[in-house]
């Protein structure tokens, strides 16, 4: 047992470096592969007493790695395509046509503060007047006028457009 367990650590000890370089041109993302690499050596550990028989222990830890990446890959494409589903979906219900554009406003909302971000909701998205969005807040129409402005200020610095653009069909009421 002790023999076999110096002869894992020195397998991993040896094998991680190599592997790390195989998985960075695999993958195309150093920090990745370094990711990889160590779950396909921790999935090498727990089938040792097969591994080791292989002809190339290496060869099968980089198998599992690349299995892994190609997983990982499937898995952010999957993300991916509902994420811009769930945009282009907001898009129409913001008025928007341009998914690109869809993207970017909610990425600008995300870099506001939760109070902005609330403001813009409640007014835009929701239709609230000052007054309404208020009393959602707990606050007076004039803090909720004022917030609001600051937060299309803001969304203007982000977007680089007219925040007025996020939805023609916006009320405002004072």
């Known amino acids: 047992m002790v023999r076999h367990r110096q002869e894992l650590e020195e397998f991993c000890s040896a094998a991680y470096p190599r592997l790390v370089r195989a998985l960075a041109l695999h993958c195309g993302d150093r920090h990745l592969a370094e990711d990889l690499a160590q779950e396909a050596l921790i999935r090498a550990c727990r089938h040792w007493r097969r591994v080791r028989t292989l002809q ?4 099968w830890a980089y198998r599992a790695g690349a299995n892994l990446s190609t997983s990982q890959a499937r898995r952010r494409a999957a993300e991916d395509r509902a994420l811009r589903r769930v945009a282009d979906q907001q898009g129409r219900e913001w008025g928007l046509r341009d998914l690109d554009l869809t993207m970017d406003v909610a990425d600008a909302l995300s870099q506001l503060s939760d109070s902005h971000r609330a403001v813009v909701l409640l007014r835009y998205q929701l239709g609230l007047s000052a007054t309404e969005a208020a009393e959602t807040l707990n606050s007076t129409p ?12 803001a969304l203007r610095v982000h977007l680089d457009f007219d925040a007025e653009d996020l939805q023609p069909e916006a009320r405002h009421v004072p």
Not at 56 to 59: D, K
Not at 142 to 153: E, I, P, S, W, Y
């Open 56 to 59: 190339s222990p290496i060869g």
């Open 142 to 153: 004039a803090a909720v006028r004022a917030l609001t402005h600051r937060a299309l200020v």
